[in-house]
């Protein structure tokens, strides 16, 4: 059998898999409500989501993967770990082929526990994470970046991509998840409006993007 995803890598993502699956209910019940359209208004609450794994679904993240592999992407940046699903699924589609991911993460504590997954993937060498705020972290990121992949707090889609921008080589490709919240409309509107210099086209809730120069 072929394999994708390595070993190492997969067992892990299983781990994940399963503890967002229990964590779900949970996030739903803190902010009081399981209205689509509720859950999707207004910024969401740093503080209150904080502990949350609000991660890619397996799908998603295999997405992420084939995105990452199929352009043969070399220097990747996520804005927004979590616990790692999402970071998993790209670094293994950098890893043995010389690419690289850079990503980051706020909370104190998911930092910690990203530090223990990453070492327990065997990714050490593949993953960056910078921790603290990505709108100070990635400051200094080295370009070129070829893939960037928003999933932080959403109203920070539009900072970070601008903080960025004078290093995402022509061809980049940005992933924005969550794109139908209501606190990514300025993010959406940039990156659909004329001078964004991108072509862009959304698909359920993800906004898919590349930079054309
Ligand atoms: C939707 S979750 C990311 C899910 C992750 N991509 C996954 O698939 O597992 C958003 C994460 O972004 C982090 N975050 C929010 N604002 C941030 C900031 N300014 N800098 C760094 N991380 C931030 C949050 O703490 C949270 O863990």
């Known amino acids: 059998?072929?394999?994708?995803?390595?070993?190492?890598?997969?067992?892990?993502?299983?781990?994940?898999?399963?503890?967002?699956a229990e964590d779900a209910g949970r996030w739903q019940a803190r902010v009081g409500t399981t209205d689509p359209a509720t859950l999707k208004a207004g910024g969401g609450d740093?503080?209150?989501?904080?502990?949350?794994?609000?991660?890619?679904?397996?799908?998603?993240?295999?997405?992420?993967?084939?995105?990452a592999r199929t352009k043969g992407a070399a220097n990747v940046v996520e804005f927004g770990a979590s616990y790692g699903l999402s970071s998993l699924?790209?670094?293994?589609?950098?890893?043995?082929r010389g690419g690289r991911l850079t990503t980051t993460e706020v909370h104190p504590d998911k930092c910690a526990a990203l530090r223990q997954t990453f070492d327990e993937a065997g990714v050490t060498d593949t993953v960056t994470l910078?921790?603290?705020?990505?709108?100070?972290t990635l400051a200094d990121v080295e370009g070129p970046i070829d893939m960037?992949?928003?999933?932080?707090?959403?109203?920070m889609y539009l900072p970070v991509h601008d903080l960025l921008r004078p290093r995402l080589a022509p061809g980049c490709l940005i992933v924005a998840d969550n794109i139908d919240h209501e606190a990514a409309a300025d993010y959406l509107a940039?990156?659909?409006?004329?001078?964004?210099?991108?072509?862009?086209?959304?698909?359920?809730?993800?906004?898919?993007?590349?930079?054309?120069?």
């Open 89 to 96: 699924y790209l670094a293994a589609a950098l890893t043995g």
């Open 46 to 67: 740093l503080v209150r989501l904080g502990e949350f794994y609000l991660a890619v679904t397996p799908d998603e993240g295999r997405l992420l993967h084939i995105l």
């Open 148 to 155: 960037l992949v928003l999933d932080g707090w959403k109203s």
């Open 1 to 20: 059998m072929v394999q994708t995803i390595p070993a190492g890598i997969a067992k892990v993502l299983d781990r994940l898999h399963t503890e967002a």
């Open 190 to 213: 940039f990156v659909r409006g004329p001078d964004s210099g991108m072509m862009t086209t959304v698909i359920g809730d993800l906004a898919l993007s590349y930079v054309v120069q």
């Open 130 to 136: 910078l921790e603290g705020d990505a709108r100070e």
